[in-house]
C-alpha cells in the first residue's frame, strides 16, 4: 500500500490520517510477522531436511537407483537364506553364481523388472478388488 501525500485542513482530517496510518502499520506488521515466521520455518533444519528428502524421492533416477539396490539387498538376502550359503562350499558357490546372476539381470534388464513388478501389483490390485466385490455381494 502507498501512503498518499495530503494537504490536511483541519484536526478531523489529521485524525482520519492518523487512523490510516495506524491501520496501514498494524496491517504491515502482521505481514513482516508472517513473513518472518515462515523465512524461520524455512530455515529450521527439520524443514529442510524435509524439502532435501522431498526432492530426492521426487527425482526419477534416485527412485531408480533406491529401487535398483533394494533388488540387490533383496536378492542376495533370498539367495542367501533359501540356498543357505554358509553350510557348504557346494551352496556357497550356487549361491554365488546364481547372486552374479541376478546381479546381472537387475543391472542390465531393470526395464523388463520394472514392468514385471507392475504386471504383479496390477494383478494383486485386481484380485483385492474382485475380493472387495465379492464381500459386499454376500453380506447385502
Known sequence: MS???????NHTELRFKIMQLNSLRAQQ?????????ELYQSMHPL???RNTL??????????????????NL???????????SNTSIKKYLSSLVLQKAADYVLNNHPEKIAWGVEKITHLFNSFSKKEKKAGEVVHE
Open 3 to 9: 501512503v498518499r501525500l495530503t494537504n490536511i485542513k
Open 29 to 37: 506488521e502482521i505481514e513482516l510477522k508472517k513473513g518472518i515466521t
Open 47 to 49: 524443514s529442510l531436511l
Open 54 to 71: 522431498s526432492e530426492f524421492a521426487s527425482d526419477k533416477q534416485v527412485q531408480f537407483d533406491a529401487a535398483k539396490i533394494g533388488l
Open 74 to 84: 533383496g536378492s542376495d538376502f533370498l539367495i542367501g537364506k533359501i540356498l543357505g
